[in-house]
């Protein structure tokens, strides 16, 4: 607010009830009075009132806890329905192929998930001959194409 439209109010917009101070002295010292004359509040308890007194105040109550297996369990079915729904790519409409393969996570899967009797069951007998492997010729270009692309501690084994 600016200095100048300071002087310019003329009343805080606070009001007061109308009689409200031409009556506050006399309410004021008639309470103190009415202090001065009751020192107690009336109420008062029979002499040995609570020590024959016999309620059972104490009752069980259920207690359900938030944390039980049961809902963690189906929170966490909700939360894992979700991020598998937002995975499953829903909303791109495109479809794969196998251009959109990786080369090294598919070497990895068949690495880690097969075993070396699953690959032998997709060849046949008559594919794998042994002159195959011994007529087959490597040219010196590309065995150096090969070796240069190859990572050397591949190589060792553990």
């Known amino acids: 607010?600016?200095?100048?439209?300071?002087?310019?109010?003329?009343?805080?917009?606070?009001?007061?009830?109308?009689?409200?101070?031409?009556?506050?002295?006399?309410?004021?010292?008639?309470?103190?009075?009415?202090?001065?004359l009751v020192s107690d509040s009336g109420f008062k308890t029979p002499e040995g009132y609570l020590e024959n007194f016999s309620v059972s105040i104490k009752k069980e109550t259920k207690?359900?806890?938030?944390?039980?297996?049961?809902?963690?369990?189906?929170?966490?079915?909700?939360a894992a329905?979700?991020?598998?729904?937002?995975?499953?790519?829903?909303?791109?409409n495109s479809p794969l192929t196998l251009n959109?393969?990786?080369?090294?996570?598919?070497?990895?899967?068949?690495?880690?998930?097969?075993?070396?009797?699953?690959?032998?069951?997709?060849?046949?007998?008559?594919e794998l001959s042994e002159s195959q492997f011994i007529d087959y010729s490597l040219s010196d270009e590309t065995l150096d194409n090969y070796l240069e692309s190859i990572d050397v501690n591949d190589l060792y084994s553990e």
């Open 1 to 36: 607010m600016k200095k100048e439209n300071i002087h310019n109010i003329k009343n805080s917009g606070f009001k007061v009830p109308q009689n409200y101070f031409e009556g506050l002295e006399d309410s004021v010292l008639a309470e103190a009075k009415l202090k001065n």
């Open 63 to 78: 207690v359900i806890s938030i944390f039980s297996r049961k809902n963690m369990l189906f929170v966490s079915s909700i």
């Open 100 to 126: 959109d393969l990786d080369i090294t996570t598919v070497e990895d899967y068949i690495l880690d998930e097969t075993e070396l009797g699953d690959l032998a069951s997709l060849f046949q007998d008559n």
């Open 81 to 92: 329905a979700i991020v598998l729904f937002f995975s499953l790519n829903v909303f791109n």
